[in-house]
C-alpha cells in the first residue's frame, strides 16, 4: 500500500482561520478544499493507495502540524496544493532545491498531467523554492500553484467546477502515473436478458367460481402485489 499525503494549503473561511489569497470574490482555502474533495473521489478509483488529507473542512492547522502529521504516517509522497498571487497568470510547481531525481520525476509527472489538461493558459513552469513544507517533509515532495485567485481570468477559471475537477484529474493522475498505480477492476456488468417481441404474464390461479377467484386476488393484494381479475 502506497501513502500519498495531500496537503490542502492553509486553513478555512472562518474567522481566526489563514483563509490564503483572497480576490475575485474567491478565498484560496476554499478552492483547494473543492479541488481536494475532487481528488477524494478520484483516487478511490485506484488499488492499492492510501490517502490521508491535512483538513477536509475548514481548519486550525500549521504548517509544521502538517508536515510532523506526514513524517508520522509515513509518507510516501506529499503533494501541497495551492492558488497564487501576487500579479501573474498560468500554473507553475514547485520542489525542494536541488531535490533528487525521484522527487524531479514527481513534480515532472504532476506537472505535466495538469499542464496536458490544458485549463490554464501559461506554463510558468517546473521550479524550485526553499518552501517549509518541501523543506522538512522526509518523503518526496511537491507544491502546486494552480492559478493566480487576482487574476482576472484565472479567478473565471477557478469558478468554473468543471476547470476545478479537470485540474483535480492532473493531479491525480500524474500521482497515478509516477506510483504506477492500477484502477480498480470494473465491477461486473449486469446482463440484461433480450426482448423476445412476446409479452409473458403471471398468473397464480384460474377459478369457474368467480368468489374463489376474488378471495385469491384478496391474498395477494395483502401480500403487496397489484392483482387484477380477468374474467374470459
Ligand atoms: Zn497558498
Known sequence: MVKVYIDLGHEGDVKGMDPGAVA???????VVLEIGKYIKDMF??????????????????????????????GADLYLSIHINAGGGT???????PGAGSKTQAF???????????????KDRGKKQADFHV????KMDAMLT???FIDNKTDAAILKDRKKLIEIAAGHVEGVAEFLGL???????????????????YVQIGAFSDYDNAEKLAAKAKKAGFDVYIKSE
Open 107 to 121: 513534480q515532472n509527472a504532476v506537472h505535466a498531467k495538469i499542464i496536458s489538461k490544458k485549463v490554464f493558459g
Open 44 to 73: 478511490a478509483e485506484y488499488e492499492n493507495v492510501e490517502i490521508k488529507f491535512s483538513r477536509l473542512g475548514d481548519k486550525n492547522f500549521s504548517l509544521t502540524q502538517r508536515t510532523n502529521e506526514a513524517n508520522a504516517w
Open 90 to 96: 498560468g500554473f507553475e510547481s514547485y520542489i525542494y
Open 182 to 200: 492500477k484502477k480498480k477492476p470494473d465491477p461486473k456488468p449486469i446482463s440484461t436478458p433480450k426482448p423476445d417481441g412476446r409479452m409473458h
Open 24 to 30: 475575485n470574490g474567491l478565498k484560496e482555502a476554499n
Open 145 to 147: 500553484e494552480n492559478g
Open 134 to 137: 518541501l523543506r522538512e517533509t
